[in-house]
């Protein structure tokens, strides 16, 4: 991938099941933060998969939009756009009807010292979400950070793991993931929450946060030592998938690639690619931040990118000086201080 257009393309090309299953669930399709980081990339996969569906189902991405520019994109590839900020209850109040809702709003970088605007927008702000929207089919962006650290000989969390979060961050997501779990069994609102673990593409995620700093010549902190991590055209197609497993109470999948990751193995193998020197410091901890993402990959299939064309991708985009998001994950931190 050598350039943003082909980047978009590869995120937003569906494959048949993603359109086999829409063809199974009737009406529009909202997308509540649009504007986010997965947002984007999971509206242009959403139209074109309704596209290939059929059906005349709309795509509505809701986000506050500013003057990026991304809504008059969206709107160029025939999704439906709204500006709007739905923290206020008259522009939530506003928003259209849809018997589908994607709801990706979330607060993670820089929450730190705001520690109380994180929890009103990660716990307070879905259950006013599932009031408006009770009865549709609701799929909610959750966190593996729900989870403790846990061994690393260890196969990683699954969903019936008992949870264990660190830090503010990750409480104000179990405290998202209970308040939506309250409300769906309330106003019997069929809910899934996606607990994901490092989505990856070309301009973020945990690789280029590597590939950059081997690049700047930094040394690689090997204490968080091990992570997961997927290709973020396959976590997209999961969560627009996942409309079908929304039920009450709320069903629950994480999201993740198969491999268990070692930090210092991936970091050299950028390094070799990028042809540079890579050094590190630190040890790595007997515990990391990890999930277990079987139950996905039972129900939808592995990642159709491996993690040795992440590798590859990730070195030729950061290499070539190509763009880059500028939003490190944090993902070295033990403390869940973001």
Not at 2 to 16: F, G, H, N, Y
Not at 119 to 148: E, H, M
Not at 305 to 328: F, H, I, Q, R
């Amino acid at each position: 991938m050598e350039s943003v257009a082909e980047l978009e393309d590869r995120l937003s090309t569906p494959r048949t099941a993603l359109v086999d299953d829409l063809r199974k669930i009737d009406g529009d399709l909202l997308v509540l933060g649009a504007g986010g980081k997965l947002g984007p990339s999971l509206v242009r996969l959403a139209v074109r998969a309704a596209e290939a569906a059929g059906g005349g189902r709309r795509v509505i991405a809701v986000s506050r939009f500013g003057e990026s520019g991304l809504a008059d994109e969206l709107r160029a590839i025939g999704a439906t756009t709204i500006a709007a900020d739905i923290a206020d209850d008259t522009a939530l109040g506003d928003l259209p009807d849809a018997p589908n809702v994607v709801f990706l709003v979330g607060a993670k970088f820089g929450t730190s010292g705001r520690e109380a605007a994180t929890w009103y927008t990660n716990a307070f702000l879905p259950g006013r979400v599932v009031q408006r929207f009770r009865g549709s089919r609701i799929v909610a962006l959750s966190t593996g950070n729900v989870y403790p650290l846990t061994p690393v000989a260890a196969a990683g969390p699954t969903e019936d793991t008992p949870l264990g979060p660190v830090g503010e961050y990750a409480m104000s997501c179990l405290g998202r993931e209970r308040i939506l779990e309250h409300s769906a069994v309330v106003s019997g609102t069929p809910t899934a929450l996606i607990r994901l673990n490092y989505a990856v593409e070309m301009r973020y995620g945990l690789l280029v946060d590597l590939a950059g700093a081997i690049l700047a010549g930094e040394p690689i902190d090997l204490t968080m030592g091990h992570a997961n991590m997927v290709w973020q055209g396959y976590a997209n197609e999961v969560v627009l998938r996942a409309l079908l497993l929304a039920d009450v109470p709320p069903a629950v999948l994480n999201v993740t690639g198969p491999e268990l990751v070692s930090i210092r193995q991936v970091a050299a193998a950028l390094a070799a690619r990028l042809d540079v020197p890579v050094r590190f410091t630190g040890q790595e901890a007997d515990t990391a931040l990890l999930s277990n993402a079987g139950r996905c990959h039972r129900l939808f299939g592995y990642p159709d990118v491996t993690l040795d064309e992440l590798l590859d991708y990730t070195a030729a985009w950061v290499g070539s000086g190509l763009p880059s998001l500028n939003k490190p994950t944090g993902f070295q931190r033990r403390d869940g201080r973001f």
